[in-house]
């Protein structure tokens, strides 16, 4: 008989949603993806990665404290036709050019058809790798503060990544018959944006009641993000942000981006993460011969070694397969023994390029309408590499022409990755999908391995069944006490399908050897346990065989008389001096009710399994009766808590109370 293997696969139920600062304050990543064995920051504008004081950016395996990236980021570049402040497009009066006021409109006396139209060659980056410079922000950036007033108040902290968990594409998640009908935030176009640009405000956008419970994305985790190039308000505030801002000249593309970061604790992805961007041409000018890029500055080392472990990393390119990748050279003597992959998904047709340069020598677009550029065969030396070619072969080097370049002169390695084409226009308000997979290995053949599962999943249109057999942690969706007192409904999700599964349940007060496990239909995803103890808190997890490979959900804890009744949105009955919580567990907010038997000075605190306060509901004075108290899950810095238990603290009279509760995502 073959033995049980047990494998750990990071599933880390957390939920972060930092705000955007305002003032001076920078703009930071501020989640990170906790599925995998890939932990990958990221935030609510066009890069990943980040400081290293605030940790690795891209750990692997995922508590390891082994880091493999600095910044990760978007550019978009493309040529659009100039226009003047009233919006008709200019031309050229001489050509070449005389000076850059030598424009004219079609309006003009002088103008003839035989002009040549102004034409604008742009690139807008997350991050721009040499210079402290971002130029793809949020709606409600610190640049927009001012331009903004009140509008910024009140849209700012709402301005967020919002993450999402198990809310599967193609899953009806709510059970209501209807798949994928209300997504995190809101839905709306980006032409009919109901004039606040905020996306992820929680929205019931099925209209049953529930908020976001039932969305449709391709990652077991997803996190959601919304960023410009350009002001969505029509400000005239030049939307870019940081230390060299004042030496460089930002004409936005006019693109907005959905940035959608996928992560899975399924075996063949867990080393993986796909970021999805779907940008949009809002700015009402078509823009031609536009090209996608990926900027990819690895730092690969020990987090605690700082810049002594990033000078000594080597980037290379396969030519079969179409990747670049970096790693450390002499991988630390063992300590890091991983590489780092960037892979475009689905642009087979495209073509492909990719350069690297060394520290100081990136490309330059500070003042892309320059007519004469000094010591640059281009004002916007971005672009040029995007669309493969090289404005100054002393500083950039083709991986793809050159792929041993750096392999005996490791360095503080950088590349940019990227596809463009013949047919890439983009017109007004139409989307263009783009894909970019960062995965890693310990083995360029290792690599190889996981972009064909890759490459796959993307193929099969992100359909985890391809998968099935392969271990995955299952995950409970929620688990509910019902109107009897004696039972418990649980609804669960499995990623692949297992060869066994067990619902496993037990009083939460015995010991392990309590646990009754009842044998379920691999492909069951709910079951009803009755015959329970009333008023009985029991613990309940989900657990799956795969081969030999056993796995089981996190586990929760509920009472069985804690029903709640979505339908009547009423409370449980609370004596006078008591406190408790409905629903409970609860996403993503709860209700406690309070009877206080006598008026007086009343303070409702929410905590922590750990003992911090997170959140102060009330200190204030309040009369002898019923009360109920929101709490929306978040702390008191107005950002939403993690998953997991916490307790609602009431002292009242010299009395306290507590009630715990569970925040299930």
Not at 184 to 205: A, S
Not at 463 to 488: K, M
């Amino acid at each position: 008989m073959k033995g049980i293997t047990f494998i750990t696969i990071a599933i880390v139920l957390t939920m972060s949603m930092g705000a955007l600062f305002a003032g001076d304050r920078a703009l930071v990543s501020d989640d990170r993806t906790t599925f995998g064995s890939a932990a990958l920051r990221f935030g609510n504008c066009g890069m990943v990665g980040g400081d290293d004081a605030d940790g690795p950016a891209l750990e692997w395996p995922y508590g390891s404290r082994i880091n493999y990236l600095y910044q990760g980021a978007l550019w978009f570049g493309g040529t659009v036709h100039r226009r003047n402040a009233d919006g008709v497009h200019l031309f050229w009066r001489h050509w070449p050019p005389e000076d850059e006021m030598d424009l004219v409109t079609e309006e003009d006396s002088c103008w003839n058809p035989e002009l040549h139209p102004a034409i604008d060659t742009l690139t807008s980056v997350g991050f721009d790798g040499d210079r402290d410079i971002m130029e793809m922000l949020p709606a409600y950036n610190p640049v927009e503060e001012s331009a903004l007033g009140e509008l910024f108040t009140q849209y700012n902290a709402d301005d967020h990544t919002t993450m999402n968990y198990f809310n599967i594409l193609g899953y009806d998640d709510d059970g209501d018959g209807a798949i994928d009908e209300d997504p995190p935030g809101r839905i709306m176009g980006w032409d009919n944006l109901n004039d606040n640009y905020c996306f992820n405000l929680p929205y019931d956008d099925d209209g049953d009641g529930e908020i976001d419970e039932d969305g449709g994305y391709a990652g077991m985790e997803t996190g959601l993000g919304f960023y410009y190039d350009i002001s969505p308000f029509g400000t005239d505030v030049e939307r870019h942000w940081g230390s060299t801002t004042g030496s460089s000249n930002h004409f936005p593309l006019g693109i907005a981006v959905e940035q959608r970061t996928y992560a899975w604790n399924v075996r063949s992805l867990a080393d993986a993460v796909i970021l999805h961007f779907r940008i949009t041409n809002i700015g009402g000018e078509t823009i031609n011969d536009y090209a996608l890029s990926y900027y990819f500055d690895a730092d690969v080392g020990p987090i605690e070694w700082g810049s002594e472990a990033v000078y000594d990393d080597v980037s290379s390119y396969n030519l079969d397969y179409d990747f670049p990748y970096s790693y450390d050279a002499d991988h630390d003597n063992g300590i890091t023994p991983g590489y780092v992959a960037v892979k475009a998904l689905g642009e087979s047709s495209a073509s492909t390029v990719c350069f690297t340069w060394n520290r100081g020598d990136g490309p330059d677009d500070r003042n892309p309408r320059d007519l004469t550029p000094t010591g640059s065969l281009t004002s916007n030396e971005k672009y040029w590499l995007q669309t493969g070619r090289n404005p100054e072969t002393d500083n950039y080097t083709s991986l793809v022409e050159n792929p041993n370049f750096q392999l005996d002169d490791p360095r503080e390695t950088r590349f940019l990755y990227g596809v463009y084409g013949d047919d890439f226009d983009l017109e007004p308000y139409e989307i263009r999908d783009f894909y970019v997979a960062i995965f890693l290995a310990n083995s360029e053949f290792g690599l190889i391995n996981a972009v064909e599962n890759l490459q796959a999943f993307y193929e099969s249109g992100f359909d985890l069944s391809i998968f099935d057999g392969d271990p995955s942690v299952p995950a409970i969706l929620n688990a509910r006490a019902q109107e009897d007192g004696q039972s418990i409904r649980v609804n669960w999700f499995t990623a692949t399908l297992p060869d066994s599964l067990y619902l496993c349940y037990k009083q939460a007060e015995e010991p392990a050897t309590e646990w009754q496990n009842l044998i379920l239909d691999p492909g069951t995803d709910s079951y009803l346990i009755e015959g329970l103890a009333e008023e009985t808190d029991y613990n309940v997890k989900v657990a799956v065989v795969y081969d030999d490979v056993y796995l089981h959900s996190p586990i929760v804890t509920l009472n069985t008389n804690d029903f709640y009744n979505a339908d009547q949105n009423t409370a449980p009955p609370v004596e006078a001096g008591e406190i408790s919580v409905y629903p409970n567990p609860f996403n993503p907010s709860t209700t406690i009710a309070l009877s206080l038997p006598e008026s007086g000075e009343v303070k409702l605190d929410v905590y922590n399994i750990r003992g911090e306060k997170v959140r102060s509901l009330l200190s204030e004075y309040r009369d002898a009766g019923r009360h109920l108290i929101r709490w929306n899950c978040c702390n008191d810095n107005g950002d939403t808590v993690a998953s997991g238990i916490y307790f609602a603290r009431l002292k009242s009279d010299g009395r306290s109370l507590t009630c715990k509760m569970l925040l299930l995502k």
